[in-house]
């Protein structure tokens, strides 16, 4: 949804009035859905096209949002939320595999950081647009949300090309050799499954925060009288994309002089700051403070993700598994976001939602002590050992 999350969060929040287990519960249907199919798709795109995947994903989670949007009823919301985590496996894994063929993985470098960059400038302005008709109706802002990633889908169809990749004889008996080459690839690196243990655990905490934030603001600590929460929150994300957009540039230039062991160093450094900055958001008192601290929290987020597939793209050196062994690794998170999901909502539900959120904070650690693990092992290696001859 890129820059519709703060609208279709407070969509939920204040149209739907969904309980803190109703959010749990709807982010828990996305993920079990992601769990089973991630993988399956994940060979459709090793297989016949990485193109192909993205734009049926991209075109099926457009259709999701829309029909949000038009629902008002709770349970219709999260079962089409079971229909949008269908949509985002068919693009998981299949766009980062598609970028790294078309260049080449020594290519690749701090190529998504910059991405990440581009991204920032472009959803700030995607959140003007979405905060200024959310103004006047969030659900309006919902539909349009979703049109506008059905129409990036088919300017994908035309625009996207794909020469990097070579499509497999469409047999039932390939795309089982897929799965199980892509496993056994992944068996193979110790770095890799760490890296898929971390998923486990950053999933699990993830979705209490994913998922709660805003009805935290809203429900235990309140706006002022002169601040309405879409502008509030729009003007918070506003900020973080600036912020993020001018921080990038700096953790390029250090990928670009040290390589992939700066990007371990710092996805444990950025972990740890998450988990301090997410508990500080939960236990803090006065709207000010509380927001302060929601946007350092999503500022150090949203440098994890980029720098995690840098270095999984790093590691897989077979083109053939790409999107597969991607694909396990998202499963991976999705693992830990359902398996959390229900807890961390019966928590809020029963002890208030700052508890679930410091609970969610507190799962997550062991993600950086695994990071950690990881980038001793990767110190270790040499270059040539971990595709790294781009390093």
Request: aromatic share 10%.
């Amino acid at each position: 949804m890129g820059t519709g999350w703060v609208v279709f969060d407070l969509y939920l929040v204040n149209v739907l009035r969904l309980t803190p287990l109703q959010l749990i519960l709807m982010g828990t249907v996305m993920e079990a859905t992601i769990f089973v199919c991630e993988v399956p798709t994940g060979i459709i795109a090793d297989t016949y096209s990485r193109k192909l995947s993205y734009v049926a994903g991209v075109l099926g989670t457009g259709t999701a949002t829309m029909l949000v949007g038009l629902t008002s009823t709770a349970w219709i919301a999260i079962a089409l939320w079971g229909f949008w985590g269908l949509s985002y496996t068919f693009t998981s894994g299949a766009f980062e595999a598609w970028v790294t063929d078309e260049i080449g993985v020594e290519n690749v470098g701090s190529l998504f950081l910059r991405g990440r960059r581009a991204a920032l400038g472009g959803s700030l302005v995607g959140l003007a647009g979405a905060v200024a008709v959310g103004a006047f109706s969030l659900r309006a802002a919902i539909v349009a949300s979703g049109a506008l990633q059905i129409s990036a889908g088919v300017l994908c169809i035309a625009a996207m090309r794909e020469t990097g990749f070579v499509r497999r004889p469409p047999q039932v008996r390939r795309l089982f050799r897929t799965a199980v080459e892509g496993v056994r690839f992944m068996r193979g690196s110790t770095l890799l499954l760490l890296l898929a243990a971390t998923e486990v655990f950053g999933g699990f905490g993830a979705e209490a925060f994913d998922r709660l934030t805003e009805a935290h603001v809203i429900r235990d600590i309140g706006f002022p009288s002169s601040i309405t929460p879409v502008y509030g929150f729009g003007v918070v994300s506003a900020i973080s994309m600036v912020f993020g957009f001018f921080a990038v540039r700096p953790l390029i230039r250090r990928i670009d002089r040290d390589g992939i062991t700066a990007v371990a160093r710092m996805l444990v450094l950025f972990t740890l700051a998450t988990v301090a900055a997410q508990i500080l958001f939960a236990v803090g008192d006065g709207f000010w403070l509380v927001m302060a601290f929601f946007l350092a929290a999503i500022l150090t987020r949203g440098f994890l993700g980029p720098l995690y597939t840098t270095w999984l793209n790093d590691l897989v050196t077979d083109s053939s598994v790409r999107a597969t062994v991607l694909s396990i690794s998202g499963q991976a998170n999705a693992i830990g976001q359902a398996a959390g999901g229900p807890v961390l909502g019966v928590l809020g539900n029963v002890f208030g939602i700052p508890y679930a959120l410091v609970a969610g904070a507190l799962t997550t650690l062991p993600a950086a002590a695994l990071y950690a693990r990881a980038t001793q092992r990767q110190a270790l290696l040499r270059p040539a050992e971990v595709g790294g001859e781009g390093w």
